[in-house]
């Protein structure tokens, strides 16, 4: 079987998949039954200076749902922990005394003055904790004090908090990125400058859920108001797999470790995030939709699949996919492919055809002799995908790659060869082809 | 006197077990039931279950609107294309109709309810008590609807909404037909069909004249002058006989008859029913009456047909809710003999059939016999057009078969009559396509009287 063993910045833990700094971890209580059900670590849920801020009383999540209910993703109005700061550090101290082979990393979040974080490292270092994340990702009540992703917008504020950090503390450092920026490359970039040793995101995306149309007030209400949350869940990880491999990819940043945030529900969500090379990653909505026992699932998800590919560790396909993310000047033009529909699978809804015919390409004919048929017209068919990703019977419109022949809508002969944008005919600024 | 006394009782069961076996066949899905059921559909292009929906309902909008939210805008949906959409709902056999030929039988064996969730549309609206149709303007044109039954009903309220006026002639003191004398009880509880009569009629501008009948109280001749058209549904008024000796004797009754007065009775302890049934035929009528005697208390109840299971007009699903209501169900047996004593029916002698003897299940060779004691006998083979009242006097139909001919407009062969819904001959003998007829008509009708062609020279 796989070894799923990991190891971030010298943080070890039995597998990769941590509970990210939020609810599931703001207690020895709940801490100790996401250990038991298997979870390979943990960011405490994030500290602050006493007196502890407060939070409101009332709703603090509003929802986005699909076809039954399932929740796609939900935002919060929550800040950080409302507990002292001294009951958090005697009970991380206990925790990873008692659980020395999981991940122990502890959030956390101060003005933006030295002293402030000279005051809290010793502090925290004291418990044996495994190492810091700091919160430069909430998107909402913290950003008005100037704390959270008011920080992490600001890329000289991120580069100097990690050098206090580093001066002041001995433990890895992680800093955890703001996705409600243009360029996640400029705070990754001057993390690593700060030298902090890692970066961690998305936190959460600022958001209105809904608006109550009965009551005039987005949601989540508080005593009819609403303020912007913090987005979250499966309906982000685009998002964040986007921003992961920018970073992975980025000149300046490469080989800069990243622990990936965002959406991730199953094992193949974080497969994905691994293949673009992060880390390792992290999970709060999923955990708090289904509860701790999906660990079970992610473990051993991961291991089969990994057994399946003949990958021994992770390293072995850590990484893998980040070389085939291009700009899309670099993808292939000669590449052409045209939808094939499975004439067994499909049960005959219509759905390709009339998303082709009144938004796209006119590719697709629905009777044959007579009756219900659908069929692709590879003469009209630009192969844009859009048919397989409305079909509601998995697998049954594939696209397939023409390798030979000529193309019926273009007349031009289907060729091996590469060629991109940079050396079209059609591009003003193109280069000589080789 | 023989010693042989027919057991025919009332208030064979207690208070709670009438109401049991009489509540509601498919209770009403509530809000989360619907929405999980809406979000099953796939909101197909060219649906194919609005193309086997005899009225057109444009199924996939109306499912669409429930899971909006806006389950009055898919009641609206609904109703525009068949304004019985609530008894539909009910009653249509949609194993044989929209959802057998839902594309989700492909993928998961298992259609959308779509049934269930029209009924949900269109109760909430009720619910609401929300009229969304109003009278057309007025044309000045008059027009005679015979029978307010499914098909006379929806035409009458098609014309209105065009602004012509009206007149509904009744022979019974209830409007709905078959949907209030004849729709097995389980399947319209609580006075439904009356409320979606009122429902109808609150479009304003039909009248209604009770206790009229065409043939004796009005002649066609009579409405043809009275009036610048005529529609007719009449549906079935008599049954057909069996052809056997002594089929005149106590206990051997009509099914739509006994049907009729179970479906009027303000009480049903109060109706008597025999301890051993015996059911002769296949339709819907005949699994009605057997389910519905059984659900009376009678003990025994058997169903015989004359040909194979797979010939039987009701559907596999009316066939197993008749099994599993108790009902035993016997194929290929005809009835050839009727046994009495005292004037009152005791057994029916059968014999087993012999050319469609391959069907299953069998239990006998052909020609074999057997007898089955019976305190009553149903008959449910079939109703009859009465068609007196259309060929009697002066003004004469075409017939075809033994139902009047009708167009694809369901014109009849004189120029300003039409006709619908079970008297018309190649219909379906289903509420839903009655109504679609009504609907059809009317649009005819309609053209008909704006032309101002003169009616006749
Ligand atoms: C027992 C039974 C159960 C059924 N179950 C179902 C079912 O579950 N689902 C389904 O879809 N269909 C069912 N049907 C069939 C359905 O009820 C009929 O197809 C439908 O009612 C036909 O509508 P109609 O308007 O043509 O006739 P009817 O409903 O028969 O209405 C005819 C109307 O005309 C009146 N009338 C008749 N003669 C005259 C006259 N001379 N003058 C004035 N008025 C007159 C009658 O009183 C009646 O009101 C069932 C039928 C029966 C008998
Ligand atoms: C295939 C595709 C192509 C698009 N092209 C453009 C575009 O050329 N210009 C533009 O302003 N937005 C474009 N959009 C964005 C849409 O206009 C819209 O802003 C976006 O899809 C969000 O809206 P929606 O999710 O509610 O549909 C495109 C969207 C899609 C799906
Ligand atoms: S791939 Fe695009 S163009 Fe081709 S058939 Fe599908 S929807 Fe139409
Ligand atoms: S969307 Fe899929 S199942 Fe539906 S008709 Fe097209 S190919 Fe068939
Ligand atoms: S066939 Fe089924 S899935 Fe398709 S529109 Fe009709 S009810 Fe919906």
């Known amino acids: 079987m796989a070894d799923i063993r990991s190891n971030f910045l010298g943080i070890k833990s039995p597998n990769p998949f941590w509970l990210a700094s939020a609810p599931p971890t703001d207690k020895e209580y709940n801490v100790v039954r996401a250990f038991r059900a298997g979870w390979g670590g943990v960011v405490w849920k994030t500290l602050g200076e006493d007196p502890p801020i407060v939070n409101i009383n009332g709703p603090r999540y509003g929802a986005i749902y699909g076809g039954d209910r399932r929740l796609l993703g939900f935002n919060n109005v929550e800040l950080i922990t409302d507990r002292p700061l001294d009951v958090n550090l005697r009970e991380i101290k206990q925790v990873k005394r008692d659980w020395p082979d999981r991940a122990v990393v502890v959030s956390l979040m101060v003005p933006c003055e030295e002293q402030a974080w000279k005051k809290i490292l010793p502090l925290v270092e004291d418990t044996g904790a495994d190492g810091i994340e700091l919160n430069f990702g909430c998107p909402h009540g913290m950003s008005e004090r100037g704390m959270g992703s008011a920080v992490g917008q600001v890329p000289e504020y991120v580069e100097m908090v990690a050098r206090w950090c580093k001066q002041h503390s001995r433990m890895p450092l992680i800093i955890k990125l703001t996705p409600n920026i243009t360029d996640i490359r400029f705070p990754a970039r001057a993390s690593k400058q700060g030298g902090a040793d890692a970066v961690s995101l998305i936190n959460t995306i600022k958001s209105i859920m809904s608006v109550d149309l009965d009551k005039m007030t987005p949601a989540p209400d508080t005593d009819g108001k609403g303020s912007h949350g913090g987005f979250c869940g499966p309906a982000v990880k685009p998002i964040a797999l986007h921003m992961v491999a920018e970073i992975v990819r980025d000149a300046e940043t490469r080989g800069y470790p990243v622990s990936a945030i965002g959406g991730i529900t ?169 | 006197m023989s010693q042989h006394r027919a057991d025919i009782a009332a208030g064979r069961l207690s208070k709670a077990e009438y109401a ?187 009248a209604v004249e009770f206790g009229k009948r065409l043939g004796a109280d009005v ?25 056997l000796k002594g089929e005149e004797m106590a206990g051997v009754l009509d099914a739509v008859d006994y049907i009729a007065d179970l479906r009027q009775a303000k009480d049903l302890s109060t109706l008597p029913v025999g301890r051993r049934i015996v059911v002769i035929g296949g339709g819907m009528t005949a699994i009605d009456i057997a389910v519905q005697t059984k659900r009376l208390g009678a003990e025994d109840v058997t169903l015989v047909y004359r040909r194979g299971k797979e010939f039987m007009k009701a559907s596999a699903y009316e066939q197993e809710l008749a099994q599993i209501s108790g009902v035993k169900i016997k194929y290929s047996a005809k009835p050839v003999r009727l046994l009495g004593e005292g004037g009152h029916v005791r057994a029916v002698e059968f014999e087993y059939t012999q050319a ?13 016999r057997f007898t089955l004691e019976a305190d009553m006998v149903f008959k449910a083979i079939g109703q009859k057009f009465v068609a007196g009242p259309v060929t009697g006097g002066n003004d004469v139909l075409e017939l075809e078969g033994e139902r009047i001919a009708v167009n694809d407009d369901r014109r009849t062969s004189l120029p300003d009559v039409w006709a619908g819904g079970d008297c018309i001959a190649g219909g379906q003998d289903l509420t839903v396509s009655g109504v679609e007829d009504g609907k059809v008509a009317a649009v005819a009708i309609d053209t008909y009287l704006r032309g101002g062609a003169e009616k006749r020279e």
């Open chain 1, 266 to 434: 199953t094992w193949r969500d974080a497969a994905e995030f691994l293949a673009l090379g992060a880390g390792n990653v992290q999970v709060c909505t999923a955990a708090m939709t289904y509860g701790f026992r999906i660990v079970e699932d992610m473990i051993e998800g991961l291991k089969n699949w990994m057994d399946e590919k003949g990958y021994g560790r992770l390293d072995d396909f850590i990484g893998l996919a980040n070389p085939n993310f291009v700009e899309w000047q670099d993808l292939n033009l000669n590449y052409v492919a045209k939808a094939r529909i499975n004439q067994d699978l499909c049960i005959k809804c219509g759905r390709c055809y009339v998303a082709c015919e009144d938004t796209s390409h006119q590719a697709i004919s629905n009777a044959k002799d007579g009756r219900r048929h659908f069929e692709i017209i590879d003469a009209e068919c630009v192969g844009c995908n859009l048919c397989v990703c409305v079909c509601p019977v998995e697998n049954c419109i594939t696209m397939e790659p023409m390798t030979s022949g000529v193309d019926p809508r273009t007349g031009l002969p289907i060729t091996k060869d590469y060629a991109n944008w940079t050396t079209h005919p059609n591009n003003p600024n193109r280069v000589a082809a080789e």
């Open chain 2, 20 to 206: 049991d076996n009489f509540a509601d066949l498919h209770p009403a899905l509530d809000d989360h039931q619907a929405l999980v059921e809406a979000d099953r559909c796939y909101f197909c292009d060219g649906a194919p279950c609005t193309t086997a929906c005899p009225t057109g309902i444009d199924i996939p909008m109306f499912i669409r609107q429930i899971s909006t939210g806006n389950p009055k805008g898919a009641a609206a949906t609904i109703l525009r294309d068949n304004i019985m959409g609530g008894m539909c709902a009910r009653v249509c056999p949609t194993e044989t109709l929209c959802e057998e030929v839902c594309v989700r039988n492909d993928a998961e064996d298992k259609p959308v309810k779509i049934g269930q969730l029209q009924r949900f549309a269109t109760d909430t609206l009720f619910a609401a008590g929300k009229q969304i149709f109003e009278k057309g303007a007025d044309t000045g044109k008059r027009v005679a609807v015979v029978g307010g039954g499914p098909a006379g009903l929806a035409c009458a309220h098609a014309l209105a909404r065009q602004g012509h006026a009206v007149t509904v002639f009744e022979v019974r003191d209830k409007l709905g037909g078959l949907n209030e004398y004849g729709i097995a009880a389980y399947k319209t509880v609580d006075n439904f069909a009356q409320h979606e009569v009122d429902y109808i009629l609150g479009v304003g501008g039909i």
């Open chain 2, 219 to 243: 002649t066609l001749g009579q409405l043809r002058s009275d009036y610048d058209a005529v529609f007719l549904g009449l549906g079935l008024g008599a049954v057909n006989a069996l052809t």
């Open chain 2, 356 to 368: 469609l003897a391959k069907s299953l299940p069998r239990t006998g060779s052909g020609g074999e």
